[in-house]
């Protein structure tokens, strides 16, 4: 098992001071949930961790893995109800990874990038494909684990690959035809398997028309 105290419980602050000692991500105790989920409410994360990057957070879960210590990812928090007694775990905060690097029509955008952001983003590159995703809460790493999607397009026509921390705590690229999409399902989800980064393929058009489509879905979903 992991660090414990004379009682048999994790020690959380020992744990804190050996995951500070190897790896560059800050790190909080008692860290209140409600402020980083949409609903606001929940207790506290026993140790909360914002790994600076793919292999900072790949380390130090499988350092968890390891140790016997429980972590658990976080996302953007949309629609995630957290119990007044909060979590007894390292809770992994992906906010950090935020890498958004494009080429041409490519781009690369790290699990922490808010969806509606890359969307936004590839309207003012005159890119088309990720219109439907202007208007949907949450992150890039849920959207690629869930298959993300609205108006008849989704996340597996734009994602090209995937980098991604399996159940065992190694890393993995896949290609697409790797992460088993179907309708708001994946390979990924069923395998509990933790989208890092992703790759997508968007397409050069016309940038006025982009960003009109984008425009109508906003207020398609505002008058929901």
């Given at each position: 098992?992991?660090?414990?105290?004379?009682?048999?419980?994790?020690?959380w602050?020992?744990?804190?001071?050996?995951?500070?000692?190897?790896?560059?991500?800050?790190?909080?105790?008692?860290?209140?949930?409600?402020?980083?989920?949409?609903?606001?409410?929940?207790?506290?994360?026993?140790?909360?961790?914002?790994p600076?990057?793919?292999?900072d957070?790949a380390?130090?879960?499988?350092?968890?893995?390891?140790k016997?210590?429980?972590?658990?990812?976080?996302?953007?928090?949309?629609?995630?109800?957290?119990?007044?007694?909060?979590?007894?775990?390292?809770?992994?905060?992906?906010?950090?990874l935020k890498?958004?690097?494009?080429?041409?029509?490519?781009?690369?955008?790290?699990?922490?990038?808010?969806?509606?952001?890359?969307?936004?983003?590839?309207?003012?590159?005159?890119?088309?494909?990720?219109?439907?995703?202007?208007?949907?809460?949450?992150?890039v790493?849920?959207?690629?684990?869930?298959?993300?999607?609205?108006?008849g397009?989704?996340?597996?026509?734009?994602?090209?690959?995937?980098?991604?921390l399996?159940?065992?705590?190694?890393?993995a690229?896949?290609?697409?035809?790797?992460l088993?999409?179907?309708?708001?399902?994946?390979?990924?989800r069923?395998g509990?398997?933790l989208?890092?980064?992703?790759?997508?393929e968007?397409?050069?058009?016309?940038?006025?028309?982009?960003r009109?489509?984008?425009?109508?879905y906003?207020e398609?979903?505002?008058?929901?």
């Amino acid at each position: 098992m992991g660090m414990l105290d004379q009682t048999g419980k994790i020690d959380w602050r020992e744990t804190e001071r050996q995951l500070a000692k190897r790896f560059a991500g800050p790190l909080a105790l008692n860290a209140p949930m409600a402020d980083y989920t949409s609903w606001r409410v929940g207790g506290p994360a026993a140790l909360m961790f914002w790994p600076k990057d793919p292999a900072d957070c790949a380390g130090a879960i499988s350092y968890c893995l390891e140790k016997g210590i429980p972590a658990l990812p976080l996302g953007s928090g949309t629609n995630l109800l957290v119990a007044d007694a909060g979590v007894d775990a390292l809770v992994v905060n992906m906010s950090g990874l935020k890498e958004l690097s494009w080429d041409g029509p490519r781009v690369r955008a790290g699990a922490g990038v808010p969806l509606a952001r890359l969307a936004a983003q590839a309207g003012q590159r005159d890119l088309g494909g990720l219109e439907f995703a202007i208007g949907i809460p949450g992150s890039v790493g849920g959207a690629v684990l869930m298959n993300a999607g609205a108006y008849g397009c989704q996340m597996a026509d734009v994602v090209v690959s995937a980098e991604v921390l399996g159940p065992d705590g190694r890393l993995a690229i896949l290609d697409a035809g790797e992460l088993g999409y179907r309708y708001r399902e994946s390979r990924l989800r069923e395998g509990g398997w933790l989208v890092l980064a992703a790759e997508m393929e968007l397409k050069p058009g016309d940038g006025e028309a982009i960003r009109a489509a984008m425009k109508d879905y906003l207020e398609s979903r505002r008058e929901k």
